[in-house]
């Protein structure tokens, strides 16, 4: 009874330090860990990350945290964030993250996350920490650079009207979404973006989309 409330007072995402501090007993960690997994208590994801069980969460797991646990440093950014800002019509089969690590996909349990690389130079701004009620929280790419970040992807780009069709024709980017980003902040986040589609074309692109 004492172990389901540690575990009921904990946050859903876990991983081994919480568990390492939450035990409140001496005892062997590892062994205590595996006693709760094979208990019900938790649900492994991967190792050294772990879930609670459904009854004892005081609200639904966040993929986007676990998303962060899972492998870092990383962002929630691409395909993802396009989707749930409605800029593409596709709703995304697994969440995707931007690290400065190499690329990993990555199938689990409770989803599946998907990892792609971006140098230094382009991963280092673009992205906020979303709070949620009980304290926790995950770093997102705001809208902006999601879309810059899924361009860089891409590689290098011809032209602006490459561009264009890149992102209205092959993205399916919502034009009028589009003109409703901040185009400031598109601006300035392209000037530090690494390459020529940024450095040329993109500005290009945002005058033309408001001409």
């Not at 709070?131 to 590689?155: F, H, M, Q």
């Amino acid at each position: 009874m004492a172990e389901i409330r540690q575990i009921a007072e904990l946050r859903p995402e876990l991983d081994f330090l919480t568990l390492t501090q939450a035990g409140g007993e001496s005892g062997n960690v590892r062994d205590r860990i595996s006693r709760w997994m094979k208990s019900g208590l938790i649900i492994g994801v991967v190792p050294g990350i772990y879930v609670t069980a459904p009854e004892f969460r005081k609200r639904p797991i966040s993929l986007e945290i676990l998303a962060n646990m899972i492998y870092g440093p990383s962002y929630v950014s691409f395909e993802y964030v396009l989707s749930r800002a409605g800029l593409i019509p596709e709703a995304t089969q697994a969440l995707t993250s931007a690290t400065t690590k190499s690329n990993r996909d990555i199938d689990t349990s409770v989803g599946a996350f998907r990892y792609r690389h971006l140098p230094y130079a382009a991963y280092t701004f673009g992205y906020t920490r979303k709070e949620l009620a009980d304290g926790s929280g995950y770093l997102i790419a705001r809208p902006e650079k999601a879309l810059l970040d899924c361009l860089y992807r891409v590689g290098a780009i011809r032209s602006v009207k490459a561009l264009e069709d890149l992102l209205f024709d092959d993205m399916r980017i919502d034009r009028d979404l589009f003109r409703e980003l901040d185009q400031e902040l598109l601006a300035e986040y392209a000037t530090s973006m690494p390459g020529k589609t940024f450095r040329l074309h993109f500005p290009k692109l945002l005058r033309r989309a408001h001409a």
